[in-house]
C-alpha cells in the first residue's frame, strides 16, 4: 500500500512554457503533500508543503508566483513550473503523508524529470 | 533549525565487510529519525525509521540521544546494498529534512 504516482515522469519543454507535474496518492487519502527538487548528485531540497483545500506553505527561497501548487483534492496535488527556463531544469519529486497513521513517514514517488530548452 | 548531517559522501566497501553510514541530527524537540534509499534508477524508499526499532535488509539504527546520531549499520555489507543513502529527520510539522546523502558501493 501507500503508492505515490507522478506524471510525467519526464518532460522537455521549451523556455517561456509553463508545465503541469501531477501527484496521486493511489491508495490512501494524503492530508498532506510535499514537493521537493534535486539537483544530479545532489539531495532533496524541499519547495512546499501542500495541505487539501488550503494555500501551499513555500520554504524560503522558493518563488511562490514561479512553481503554482493546487492540492484540490485528498489524491491529486499539481505543480505547475510558469515560465520555465533552463536553470528550472531539474528533478522534481513528490510525497504523500497522513499523519492521522501514526507515523511522519512519506510515501515518495518516481520523479519528474524536467527540462527546458 | 532542524539539520542532519552526514559526514561521508562515498563509501566503498567489500561485499562481507562492516558497513555503518553516519548521520548526525540537530533538532530542539524530539525528532523522527528515518533512513531512505534510493537504489539506482528508483524511487526514494523508506528503510529504517527510529521508532519501529526494526531490521530491514540487515540493516540496523539506533538513536542515540546523547551523541545526537542516527547511524545505519550492516555487519555483511552485499553488492545490492550499493545505493544512495539519506538521513532524514522530521519534527511536529511533518516536514523532512534530509542530510546530503552516501552513496555506498559494495564491490565484489
Known amino acids: 500500500g501507500a503508492v505515490v504516482s507522478q506524471h510525467p515522469s519526464w518532460v522537455i519543454c521549451k523556455s517561456g512554457t509553463s508545465v503541469k507535474i501531477e501527484c496521486r496518492s493511489l491508495?490512501?487519502?494524503?492530508?498532506?503533500m510535499f514537493w521537493y527538487r534535486q539537483f544530479p548528485k545532489q539531495s532533496l531540497m524541499l519547495m512546499a508543503t501542500?495541505?487539501?483545500?488550503?494555500?501551499?506553505?513555500?520554504e524560503q527561497g522558493v518563488e511562490k508566483d514561479k512553481f503554482l501548487i493546487n492540492h484540490a483534492s485528498l489524491t491529486l496535488s499539481t505543480l505547475t513550473v510558469t515560465s520555465a527556463h533552463p536553470e528550472d531544469s531539474s528533478f522534481y519529486i513528490c510525497?504523500?503523508?497522513?499523519?492521522?497513521?501514526?507515523?511522519?513517514?512519506?510515501?515518495f514517488g518516481p520523479g519528474t524529470r524536467l527540462t527546458v530548452t | 533549525a532542524q539539520r542532519v548531517t552526514q559526514p561521508e559522501k562515498l563509501l566503498s566497501v567489500f561485499k562481507g565487510a562492516p558497513v555503518e553510514l553516519k548521520c548526525n541530527y540537530s533538532?530542539?524537540?524530539?525528532?523522527?529519525l528515518f533512513w531512505y534509499v534510493q537504489y539506482s534508477r528508483q524511487r526514494l524508499q523508506l528503510l529504517l525509521r527510529?521508532?519501529s526499532r526494526e531490521s530491514i535488509k540487515g540493516f540496523t539504527a539506533d538513536l542515540n540521544k546523547g551523541e545526537t546520531s542516527f547511524h545505519l549499520k550492516k555487519p555483511f555489507a552485499q553488492e545490492e546494498d550499493s545505493a544512495m543513502y539519506y538521513c532524514?529527520?522530521?519534527?511536529?510539522?511533518?516536514?523532512?529534512?534530509f542530510g546530503k546523502g552516501t552513496l555506498l558501493t559494495v564491490n565484489p
Open positions: 533538532y530542539s524537540g524530539s525528532p523522527e
Open positions: 527510529h521508532i
Open positions: 501542500s495541505n487539501e483545500g488550503s494555500k501551499a506553505t513555500y
Open positions: 532524514a529527520l522530521t519534527g511536529s510539522n511533518y516536514k523532512l529534512t
Open positions: 510525497s504523500a503523508t497522513y499523519p492521522t497513521s501514526g507515523t511522519h513517514e512519506q510515501y
Open positions: 491508495d490512501f487519502q494524503a492530508t498532506t
